[in-house]
């Protein structure tokens, strides 16, 4: 005779269909917070956040970042975002409404009883063929379209953001800046590091009246009026330590006998920060930068030295500099030997360094950089909001950029490349013998959400002009005369289908495959989920509470 015996669980435990459900109505919820932000008509989110500070946005990531998400399966999207912000820097919106979509077509095909695994076969080999048919049909080389591609990749990315009235102004101006810091590296590659730009916000003024400027832009001024403004042929020294009198540390204690000692102190403590700079400027420095103060009576050696030093900057702006001047930032001096020492390996070279007046402030510029070509973009606008709004408009516009001139290749945009997908992935669906078919067919429909959300935040009807949409991609598809509709996409401003390949709506190849891969891969992860299992901590409860004292009838 056997007995068994069940485990008790301290939580909740839900299985099967109804957790799949919670999890697709959690991810399409999350989804329908971001879908009217998509696209060049889409709309702007205010999120106010508990101490009252505002945020207007239309970038994915950013509103996905600021929401407080509990649910679990939610959560994922909007790590989703936050990976497509972070590997490609634009398409976040996109990405999250096509991999809810999937899972609300998952579960459709769930409730007719087909099983997960199918699915999720179905779902992997359909991004297979999808990223194989975008590679070898929709691709275009960049070489082919010549200089205007840059701009119309940074064209593109801004025409959904606040500063779409203004794009042209601002796609010359990130594709300038992307130019003028991409190198090649010791394999032959070309690189261009978005992080050699900063981007500097000041508001005031228009935007039409934000500058790009050759050489990284420190928001900092010198330390005193009496040191030079500006320095050829600079040596810099990047120090992450304060330059300022010596304290002695909090516990410590000097007792003193001989009252005329304490001068001694006092002198000592003044010294070992004079030797210090000393340090520093006999190894050649002539500007120094660091992330601490300086105080008056050590900005007096700098002053005496015809040295520059500029107090209070930035510790990732020092990152920068020291990588694009082949320096190194210095956090303390000591060596190995617990000796006090400065290489003058530690110093990067830079052409200038030196103070102007740019917009309403006084900046240092860096020009020239030995190592890495640096550039500066200072944006101005009306408000702290609307700045804050204008530097993430751009952040993707240069990432979209950066991916274009690594990549060299780029898609029609508009909805052609999901358009095009779906057409082609309904016909493989129907040359497939197996029980994926079905899960090809709904991944194909799946992709659809995207020009019909386009058209709908457009105010226009979806259903007319997604179906001449297909029309155009299944001719392509299938007539070899008309191979040239492939290109064919959306015009949301004309309510009317063209050849985004000849109006240069343009996207990197890189966005549409990556943002594709993780949609499938995020909807995968979620799908595989049958079981939800709520664990319960064990209530603490004091029993001499003012509650428990109630109810006992003690009070």
């Not at 205010?46 to 207007?56: P, S, W």
């Not at 001989?258 to 006092?266: H, M, Q, S, T, V």
């Not at 409860?541 to 009070?555: C, F, I, M, T």
Request: charge should be neutral.
């Amino acid at each position: 005779m056997t007995t068994t015996s069940s485990i008790s669980l301290f939580g909740d435990r839900e299985k099967g269909e109804s957790v799949r459900t919670q999890n697709m109505t959690a991810a399409v919820a999350i989804a329908n917070i971001v879908k009217s932000s998509l696209g060049p008509v889409g709309l702007d989110k205010m999120l106010v956040d508990e101490v009252g500070d505002v945020t207007v946005t239309n970038d994915g990531a950013t509103i996905l970042k600021m929401l407080e998400v509990e649910h679990p399966a939610a959560k994922v999207l909007c790590e989703l975002a936050q990976l497509q912000d972070e590997e490609v820097g634009d398409g976040t919106t996109s990405v999250v409404i096509v991999a809810a979509e999937l899972l609300r077509a998952a579960d459709e095909l769930i409730k007719q009883k087909i099983h997960p695994t199918t699915i999720i076969n179905g779902y992997k080999l359909a991004c297979k063929e999808s990223v194989k048919f975008i590679n070898e049909q929709l691709a275009i080389k960049a070489s082919d379209l010549g200089k205007t591609c840059l701009l119309s990749v940074a064209r593109t990315s801004m025409s959904s953001k606040i500063i779409g009235a203004d794009r042209d102004f601002f796609a010359n101006m990130v594709v300038q800046a992307a130019e003028m810091v991409k190198f090649n590296n010791s394999k032959g590659d070309v690189k261009c590091p978005i992080k050699s730009i900063n981007v500097l916000k000041a508001h005031g003024k228009s935007s039409r009246e934000s500058i790009m400027v050759k050489g990284y832009a420190l928001n900092c001024t010198v330390g005193s009026q009496l040191m030079p403004k500006s320095i050829k042929n600079a040596k810099i020294a990047c120090i992450d330590f304060s330059l300022q009198k010596a304290k002695m540390k909090l516990g410590v204690q000097v007792v003193v006998t001989d009252p005329e000692k304490l001068d001694a102190i006092r002198q000592r403590e003044a010294d070992i920060t004079k030797e210090k700079i000393q340090l520093i400027l006999n190894a050649g420095a002539n500007v120094v930068l660091t992330t601490g103060g300086i105080d008056d009576m050590c900005l007096k050696y700098f002053v005496d030295a015809g040295a520059m030093a500029v107090r209070r900057c930035k510790k990732e702006d020092l990152k920068r500099i020291a990588r694009a001047t082949g320096g190194a930032l210095v956090s303390s001096l000591s060596n190995l030997e617990g000796e006090e020492s400065f290489e003058p390996a530690f110093l990067g070279q830079a052409e200038s360094v030196c103070q102007e007046r740019i917009c309403d402030d006084e900046l240092i510029l860096i020009r020239g950089t030995k190592t890495k070509p640096s550039a500066s973009i200072i944006l101005r606008g009306a408000n702290d909001i609307y700045v804050d709004e204008m530097d993430r408009s751009v952040h993707d516009s240069l990432c979209a950029v950066k991916r274009v001139i690594e990549s060299k290749s780029v898609v029609p945009g508009g909805g052609c490349v999901e358009a095009a997908l779906s057409i082609y992935l309904e016909n493989f669906a129907t040359s497939l013998g197996s029980r994926e078919q079905l899960a090809v067919a709904e991944f194909a429909q799946a992709l659809l959400v995207i020009p019909k959300t386009l058209v709908v935040n457009a105010a226009k009807d979806s259903t007319e002009l997604v179906a001449k949409l297909r029309a155009f991609h299944n001719a392509s598809q299938t007539i070899e005369a008309k191979r040239h509709f492939k290109w064919i996409g959306l015009d949301l401003e004309n309510g009317k289908c063209r050849d985004n390949k000849e109006a240069g709506v343009l996207e990197p190849e890189m966005s549409k495959v990556k943002s594709l891969k993780f949609a499938t891969e995020a909807a995968i992860t979620i799908l595989r989920i049958d079981d939800m299992i709520k664990i319960y901590q064990p209530s603490k409860e004091d029993p001499n509470s003012y509650q428990n004292a109630v109810k006992q009838g003690r009070l």
